[in-house]
């Protein structure tokens, strides 16, 4: 016998943000599959997926980091100081020790990347909308540990002082991309590219480009910048 419908439980609304539509396909029917969570709306970029928050007002948002255009990163900052009640979770492809902590202080409720099992984004979910900041076990670690480190040594990496487009397009570089190559990928302008590429060389102290280029190709080979290549919900 069915409840009436004051009698239902309250599903919790979910927008998902994410370029690739098999993705997006995949992680509704994981999120329907659960007796609290119903998906109210997707987008594949951060403009649209803007809009479509405003419009539909979701209790949760599932956002990539990387988008075309605006970054997931600056997406969360947007979403935030519109909606400062909404639950959002960052997915990544990127190692949790490089991104994790610039989504949480961007303000996002919780971060996981996309080589975790696919239950571990409804439980993210559940425990953001309990009112707690999800990461995971070895996460919350390494912060500890990273906390230990900077306390006692008083260092940071150079990267760290990059800002959030900085440091996605010294990722970029480190995979060996020309100025108009990411200039494309991020659907930004030449010399906002060059802009760019001439801060990070200041912050990071390089004498010349090369030099940039080379500290951006070791950084993405030896660091935790490494993309993780095993989708979340291949066997979702």
């Not at 690739?20 to 997926?49: N, W, Y």
């Not at 995971?136 to 260092?155: C, E, N, W, Y």
Request: proline share 4%.
């Amino acid at each position: 016998m069915e409840l009436p419908d004051s009698a239902q439980p309250v599903k919790s609304r979910v927008l998902i943000i994410d370029d690739h539509p098999l993705f997006r396909l995949a992680l509704k029917e994981l999120l329907e599959g659960t007796q609290t969570l119903v998906v109210c709306g997707e987008s594949e970029t951060a403009a649209a997926g803007l809009g479509m928050m405003r419009k539909i007002k979701p209790d949760v948002v599932v956002t990539d980091i990387s988008l075309p255009g605006t970054d997931g990163i600056e997406l969360i900052k947007l979403m935030r100081a519109e909606m400062p009640e909404l639950k959002i979770l960052a997915l990544s492809m990127h190692e949790e020790s490089v991104y994790a902590l610039r989504a949480l202080r961007a303000g996002a409720s919780g971060y996981v990347m996309k080589s975790e099992p696919a239950e571990v984004i409804a439980e993210a979910i559940g425990t953001m909308l309990e009112g707690e900041i999800y990461v995971t076990a070895r996460f919350a670690r390494k912060l500890v540990m990273q906390a230990i480190r900077s306390d006692s040594s008083g260092l940071g990496s150079p990267v760290d002082s990059l800002s959030d487009r900085e440091l996605e397009v010294f990722g970029l570089i480190g995979k060996n991309l020309g100025t108009r190559e990411i200039a494309k990928k991020l659907n930004l302008s030449v010399k906002t590219i060059e802009t760019h590429r001439a801060r990070i060389k200041e912050k990071l102290g390089c004498k010349n480009s090369a030099e940039m280029v080379n500290f951006a190709m070791d950084w993405k080979e030896y660091s935790a910048f490494k993309e993780i290549p095993a989708p979340v919900l291949a066997n979702a």
